[in-house]
């Protein structure tokens, strides 16, 4: 009773509808996608798709699986990116640099793997040692924006011109121009792909059409970019991301985590396929959390037959195998 009484209460408060531009979301505009006809949504949906399984029968030496840990080194750009200059909030960004990555960098030394490190070009302007510590200690440095803007509010014009910087910066910095991108809080545009295709990129890490490594296509072309998968079950900012401003909170104990990374990659083991892990430094290199990455590359190094590659490597093998 209490809930019909409420849902009239508001049905009779009801504003009249807003104008149909309201419902522009993204890169779309104008009238709402109930209103469309078939060529739109179609064409929306086949716009940037997932097109034949790059997964190989076989990993690299005969291994059962692959796995491909990432660092996106967002650092001061998440506060950066929303226009702020607050110290306090800069602080901690600021933290992953200084505290985060030499600890993870640490981490990876004493287990003797690579791993990938998705840098934005302020970043890397920012803290030019870092990338050049990073690349001189076999880690690859990959693209991840210029001030990790949010994609899909920019013209073809802008993007164009921050993926250019971005890859510019990354290439000055790193001594090599990278081979791939993570597109900020994988927010790939409708342009994103041909300006991938323009800087002649290898692979993109940003989509979520399957598990396993695909090629893009692009409205329905198939364009020899490997995509490497990631999904936000496989990513530490979800569970434990904190800003005081919003109700993002680190809901998720530590073990928690633990466990979910750890059955994405048992199945990942199971399927013979990739198990891509999205992490950040200001997030994952705390005391608590540090202690969890380590525990699980302790147990995947446990298991006979699995690859740790970077992005580029799993990418290339892909590329040229399949
Ligand atoms: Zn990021």
Redesign the pocket.
């Known amino acids: 009773m209490r809930r019909r009484s409420s849902a009239s209460a508001i049905a009779s408060k009801r504003a009249p509808a807003p104008p149909a531009r309201l419902h522009a979301t993204g890169n779309g505009a104008g009238d709402p996608a109930w209103a469309w006809e078939e060529r739109r949504w179609r064409g929306a949906v086949n716009r940037v798709r997932a097109g034949r399984s790059l997964k190989p029968a076989r990993w690299k030496n005969g291994a059962r699986m692959c796995v491909a840990l990432s660092f ?1 080194s ?1 650092h001061e ?2 506060t950066l990116r929303e226009g702020s200059t607050s110290p306090g909030r800069l602080a901690q960004g600021e933290y992953g640099a200084r505290v985060g990555v030499p600890r993870i960098l640490e981490l990876l030394r004493r287990h003797d793997l690579r791993a990938s490190f ?1 840098v ?1 070009g302020v970043v890397a302007a920012l803290h030019p040692d870092e990338q050049r510590r990073v690349v001189a200690e076999g880690h690859e440095v990959a693209m ?2 210029w001030i ?1 803007e949010g994609t899909s509010e920019l013209t073809e014009v802008v993007e164009r011109d921050l993926m250019r910087r971005a890859f510019d910066t990354l290439a000055k910095i790193a001594g090599r121009p990278p081979v791939g991108v ?1 597109v ?2 994988w927010d790939f545009s409708a342009t994103t792909l041909p300006l991938i295709r323009e800087l002649g990129l290898l692979y993109d890490s940003s989509l979520m059409a399957d598990d396993e490594p695909y090629e893009l296509l692009d409205d329905g072309v198939p364009t020899g970019i490997v995509e490497l998968p990631v999904e936000w079950i496989k990513d530490d900012a979800p569970y434990l991301g904190m800003n005081r401003a919003t109700a993002i909170r680190p809901y998720t104990a530590p073990s928690a985590v633990l466990e979910i990374f750890r059955a994405e990659f048992e199945g990942a083991l199971a399927e013979g396929g990739l198990f891509v892990l999205t992490m ?1 430094p200001h997030i994952i290199g705390h005391r608590s959390r540090i202690a969890i990455l380590e525990e699980l590359i302790r147990y995947m190094k446990g298991m006979p037959g699995v690859w740790f590659a970077t992005h580029a490597e799993v990418a290339r093998y892909c590329k040229a195998t399949v």
């Open positions: 996106d967002d750009t998440s998705f934005p991840h924006g990790h993570r900020p809080s950040h």
